[in-house]
Nanobody, 129 residues
Framework: QVQLVESGGGSVQAGGSLKLSCAVAGYRYVYYWIGWFRQAPGKEREGVAAMATASSSTYYADSVKGRFTISHDNAKNTLYLQMDSLKPEDTAIYYC??????????????????????WGQGTQVTVSS
C-alpha cells in the first residue's frame, strides 16, 4: 500500500520560509515522478512543483519560480519543498503525490493533478501579512 506523509507546515509571516517534507512508503518504483500541489479555500487544487527523480528534472508553477525549490533524497525516499519569500497568497493545504505507474503521460503535464494517483493527507501552510 502506497503511503505519502507530509510534514513541516505551519504559520509564518510574509517573507519567511518553510520546508515541507513528504515521506514515501510502499511505492514499488525506484525512480518516479513526484509532485507538490496546493489547495486554498474555495480554489481548485493547483500544481506547485514536480520532479522526475530519475533525471532530477524539475518543474515549477510560474507563481513560485525563484522562491520554491523541490528536491528528493533517494536514500530516504523523501521529497522536500523549500519555500522562501512566502506570500499570503501561498496560504493553502499542501499535498505531495505520485503517479499510479511511476511516470506521467508527458512532461507538459507534470503539474496536472490528474496525472497523479496516490496522495498524502496534506499539511497546512499559513502566511500572514
Amino acid at each position: 500500500q502506497v503511503q505519502l506523509v507530509e510534514s513541516g507546515g505551519g504559520s509564518v509571516q510574509a517573507g519567511g520560509s518553510l520546508k515541507l517534507s513528504c515521506a514515501v512508503a510502499g511505492y514499488r518504483y525506484v525512480y518516479y515522478w513526484i509532485g507538490w500541489f496546493r489547495q486554498a479555500p474555495g480554489k481548485e487544487r493547483e500544481g506547485v512543483a514536480a520532479m522526475a527523480t530519475a533525471s532530477s528534472s524539475t518543474y515549477y508553477a510560474d507563481s513560485v519560480k525563484g522562491r520554491f525549490t523541490i528536491s528528493h533524497d533517494n536514500a530516504k525516499n523523501t521529497l522536500y519543498l523549500q519555500m522562501d519569500s512566502l506570500k499570503p497568497e501561498d496560504t493553502a493545504i499542501y499535498y505531495c503525490a505520485v503517479p499510479g505507474t511511476g511516470t506521467i503521460s508527458r512532461t507538459q503535464r507534470a503539474l496536472q493533478a490528474s496525472e497523479y494517483k496516490h496522495w498524502g493527507q496534506g499539511t497546512q501552510v499559513t502566511v500572514s501579512s
